[in-house]
């Protein structure tokens, strides 16, 4: 069965530290994989998928096929980084989206 | 982004009575679906559906009943509320399988069960 978990609920980082995200997943197929993200007051949005191999607001992932995982990385975290980060697998076939329990980072100034 | 917007904002309600939440978007997107979003659940998907009179069931479905007679309006009902449906919704839209695939969503209502 299609899975994606993510291990930290909460997650804390000062300010200029580095910030790494968790995500596994379980799919028999071949997913795609993305990261979402929630600012306060703000709608949930697309931060990254990893088909694009891109790196926005200077966070990246990368799919690790051999372990099934697509962690969220940043070198340097920022306060405005601070948000509620959901990890989701899509089946390729338009009807399947499917969510981690999301984790909320705070970056501690 | 105001292509796609839920209805309402807030809402409270009492057991047993009829809810309906709106969704509309303005992207002709032939996807769209319905998420219940819980404090250790993440987002779960309620109904979805891939074009105009095509509905299907997510993994959290019972208790809710869908429809989509127009393309651009995704309903989603709680027949008779409970207050283990108490959440935030969220309706989502997407484009389609393909290199573009997303989804897009809209700014939630929170529904509260009394």
């Known amino acids: 069965a299609q899975r994606v978990t993510q291990p930290e609920k909460l997650l804390s980082v000062f300010k200029g530290a580095p910030v790494e995200l968790k995500c596994n997943y379980s799919?028999?197929?071949?997913?795609?994989l993305f990261w979402y993200v929630q600012y306060s007051r703000q709608r949930l949005q697309l931060l990254l998928r990893?088909?694009s191999r891109e790196s926005i607001k200077g966070f990246t992932a990368d799919l690790n096929k051999g372990e099934t995982s697509f962690h969220l990385k940043k070198p340097f975290a920022q306060e405005e980084d601070s948000a509620m980060y959901y990890c989701?697998?899509?089946?390729?076939?338009?009807?399947?989206?499917?969510f981690g329990t999301g984790t909320s980072l705070t970056v501690i100034p | 982004d105001a292509g796609i917007t839920q209805s309402p904002r807030y809402k409270i309600t009492e057991t047993g009575r009829q809810v309906t939440l709106m969704c509309h978007q303005t992207w002709s997107h032939s996807y769209m679906f319905w998420y219940r979003q819980d404090l250790g659940h993440g987002l779960r998907l309620i109904y979805y559906s891939a074009a105009a009179d095509i509905t299907d069931k997510g993994e959290v479905p019972d208790g809710y009943v869908v429809s989509r007679s127009k393309t651009e309006n995704f309903p989603l009902t709680l027949e008779s509320a409970t207050r283990s449906q108490t959440s935030v919704y969220f309706c989502?839209?997407?484009?389609?399988?393909?290199?573009?695939?997303?989804?897009?969503f809209g700014s939630g209502t929170q529904l509260s069960v009394l």
């Open positions: 989502a839209s997407s484009a389609g399988p393909g290199a573009n695939e997303k989804l897009f």
């Open positions: 799919y028999s197929g071949s997913p795609e």
């Open positions: 990893h088909i």
């Open positions: 989701a697998l899509s089946g390729g076939t338009g009807n399947q989206f499917y």
